[in-house]
């Protein structure tokens, strides 16, 4: 009897315990879902921006806080590169920016990004920027809205947006940008290359001074020339409307940005607002955050995509400084970083040959030049011709392919390099490409076999006479090669 009492205890004593536990945990957690309900809700919405046959509908999404007081704050946020077909201009992409803002109490706006004026062919800012005034109408249009509380934002490509929609227009409440370059897209992109190829272990500057500097210029030309309404992005100009700016300025970099160079950037801007008379700005550097203030990995080279510490923090505290009349004036925070290299201005410095006519041309040249050797070659086969009768036959055949491997093989890689954004340089060999040494090794093979038939020609001329027409057409090819190679830095081996 006595150990059923013990028993019957026992279990009373656990189930009492049990309850007091589960009371605990239970107003643990709804003291802590009461006391935190959703911070906001979603509203899908569309809107009208552009005329004519820009003139398109576009999706978006409110964020709406579930905060007390009938005049918020709002803003409005523009993407990065790339279009909403191919995920670069989706909503998705801001939806944590945005619940960083909806959250801090401002109504917030993401939209897809619009399909006329701005695809592969098409790069028209102009459209971007009236995009985004029209989702601050959009925002300020509200009742729960405070319409001169209204700012935009845009992170990278959204950079160059943002200012300029804000300088179109005193509605803007504020600006902040993060990622934002302080140059022309083309000169930006060509830094981006370079790092990228400096991360895969590439230590050469020839490669980098002709095809990512040099050869970024070619296909600058080549993209102008070829597409329509392509020279915002290639080569837009980010200071005018830095210079019409009148609203207070924030701009965020990641010590990790390796798209855009953030020392640079910063001083640009800096420079411009306050030569302009704006001096409303804070430039902010969120160390070991990347181009878009996320957390990464690979030294920056890969996303992780979640937002780093204290960087929506650092947007946050600004805009309600701003909303509440006390925006920084002339401030710069964190550690400036020390950049893997200096963008190249030279990449926007035109001159005539960088035109892919006469680039062209000079291919057409060659390959007309070299690969003439070989079609005399067949044509003397069809006529019963002896052709041991050359005593340099196997050194113009070498000097012919060589050619031919050392021009189309040069303009395929950088087609490759410039367009894949420098992601895959190839196998590296002692600080240099595998393929960059075989292409300049090629190139010395022209230029060593161009001197010894020259040579040889001009000591053996009855040897040669009856191939002259074909060793002419050869020869021509093999001289103009030498100042083409050099320039392109084809000579230069592991330099």
């Not at 589960?22 to 009461?34: D, Y």
């Not at 960087?311 to 400036?336: E, R």
Request: overall charge positive.
């Amino acid at each position: 009897m006595s150990g059923i009492c013990y028993v019957y205890k026992r279990n009373t004593s656990y189930f009492i315990l049990t309850t007091l536990v589960g009371l605990l945990l239970f107003s643990l957690f709804s003291s802590e879902a009461f006391a935190n309900p959703k911070e906001f809700k979603e509203i899908p919405v569309t809107f009208e921006s552009g005329t004519g046959e820009y003139k398109e509908k576009l999706k978006g999404t409110l964020f709406i806080p579930n905060k007390p007081g009938d005049h918020l704050g709002g803003i409005v946020l523009a993407h990065g590169s790339g279009t909403t077909k191919d995920g670069g201009g989706d909503q998705k992409n801001r939806r944590r920016e945005a619940e960083v803002f909806a959250k801090a109490g401002l109504v917030t706006l993401i939209y897809n990004k619009r399909t006329k004026g701005y695809d592969e062919k098409n790069r028209s800012f102009k459209w971007l920027a009236q995009d985004l005034l029209s989702g601050v109408k959009l925002v300020q249009s509200r009742p729960d809205v405070n319409p001169k509380k209204v700012g935009v934002w845009g992170v990278s490509e959204g950079g160059w947006v943002a200012p300029l929609a804000a300088s179109q227009s005193d509605a803007i409440a504020f600006v902040a940008v993060t990622g934002a370059p302080g140059m022309a897209p083309v000169q930006q992109q060509a830094w981006n290359i370079e790092n990228r190829i400096h991360h895969q272990g590439v230590k050469s500057n020839s490669i980098i001074e002709s095809i990512v500097h040099k050869g970024s210029r070619v296909l600058m030309v080549t993209l102008i020339q070829a597409m329509s309404n392509s020279t915002d992005a290639i080569l837009y100009d980010p200071i005018p409307p830095l210079r019409k700016l009148k609203q207070p300025f924030l701009a965020i970099w990641g010590s990790k940005d390796r798209q855009v160079p953030p020392m640079e950037s910063a001083e640009i801007m800096k420079k411009t607002l306050a030569r302009a008379g704006n001096h409303q700005y804070t430039m902010q550097f969120i160390e070991g955050a990347n181009h878009s203030g996320y957390m990464n990995k690979d030294d920056g080279f890969e996303y992780v995509f979640r937002l780093y510490p204290g960087y929506a923090q650092a947007m946050t505290s600004w805009i309600d400084k701003v909303l509440t009349g006390h925006a920084p004036i002339a401030q710069t925070l964190g550690k400036t970083p020390i950049q893997m290299s200096t963008s190249s201005p030279e990449v926007i410095q035109i001159h005539w040959y960088d035109s892919y006519k006469f680039q062209l041309a000079l291919i057409v040249v060659f390959l007309l030049s070299f690969a003439g050797y070989y079609i005399g070659a067949l044509g003397r086969i069809f006529k019963g011709k002896d052709q041991d009768t050359f005593l340099f036959k196997w050194q113009a055949r070498l000097l012919a392919g060589s050619g031919i491997l050392s021009v189309i093989g040069f303009w395929a890689y950088t087609f490759v390099i410039l367009t894949e954004g420098g992601d895959n340089v190839g196998p590296v060999i002692a600080g240099q490409p595998l393929l960059w040494i075989l292409l300049q090794l090629s190139s010395l093979t022209v230029l060593a076999l161009t001197i010894f038939l020259l040579i040889s020609w001009m000591r053996n001329k009855q040897v040669v006479n009856n191939h002259r027409i074909r060793l002419t057409l050869l020869m021509i090819g093999g001289i103009l090669f030498i100042p083409w190679a050099i320039y392109w830095k084809l000579f230069f081996l592991f330099l």
